[in-house]
């Protein structure tokens, strides 16, 4: 039984959408997958929606999706890379559940992240150097919104996912 949500946050490549899989399976609650829920309500890709309307749009939209899954049974959700942009989503993911940060070196994520062509962030800027920077400029928001960090390098998401059961359950965030 979960009594609480479970956001995932961290940067694009961190693990986020696959450990969030493996936690659904074993907890057995809904997943929320934030980029997929946009891209649907939208009726477009996440290029489309930067490209058409611009990365402020997006965060709008993004910031009314994270509000309105306050309404939802407790869920599992897979956050978009730059959901703690907004001071907003942080509160709000703060009030409404767990917040549990996977965290990723740069090379571990551009290793994950190299061949995608649907993240407009790293758009022409496909290489460690910048995935460093961008991230050190997220790190502390990352931080500040975190409860639990769980370091990803060289896991295996069923690792990453039962730390994350193992760490919430001593909190008696969940039982199993
Ligand atoms: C973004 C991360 C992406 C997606 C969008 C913006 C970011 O999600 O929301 O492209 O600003 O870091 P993933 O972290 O799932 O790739």
Redesign the pocket.
């Known amino acids: 039984m979960m009594k609480e949500n479970i956001f995932l946050i961290?940067?694009?490549?961190?693990g986020?959408?696959s450990v969030a899989r493996a936690l659904v399976e074993q907890l057995h609650c809904p997943l929320v997958?934030?980029?997929e829920q946009?891209v649907k309500e939208q009726g477009m890709s996440?290029?489309e929606i930067?490209e058409k309307y611009g990365?402020d749009r997006?965060r709008e939209i993004?910031s009314q999706l994270i509000l309105a899954l306050g309404s939802r049974q407790a869920s599992v959700i897979?956050?978009?890379?730059?959901?703690v942009?907004r001071p907003e989503n942080t509160e709000y993911m703060k009030k409404s559940g767990r917040i549990v940060y996977l965290q990723a070196s740069p090379q571990t994520v551009y290793d994950r992240?190299k061949n995608?062509n649907?993240?407009?962030?790293?758009k022409g800027h496909m290489n460690v150097e910048y995935i460093a920077q961008?991230m050190e400029k997220?790190r502390a928001l990352y931080e500040a919104a975190a409860e639990l960090t769980v370091v990803t390098d060289g896991k295996s998401t069923k690792e990453i996912a039962g730390e994350i059961i193992g760490r919430l359950e001593e909190n008696n965030e969940v039982q199993l």
């Not at 897979?78 to 959901?83: P, Q, R, T």
């Not at 649907?118 to 790293?122: A, C, E, G």
């Open positions: 961290g940067f694009m490549g961190a986020k959408s997958e934030m980029d946009i996440i290029n930067f990365e997006f993004e897979s956050c978009g890379g730059g959901v942009v992240v995608s649907d993240r407009p962030i790293l961008l997220r």
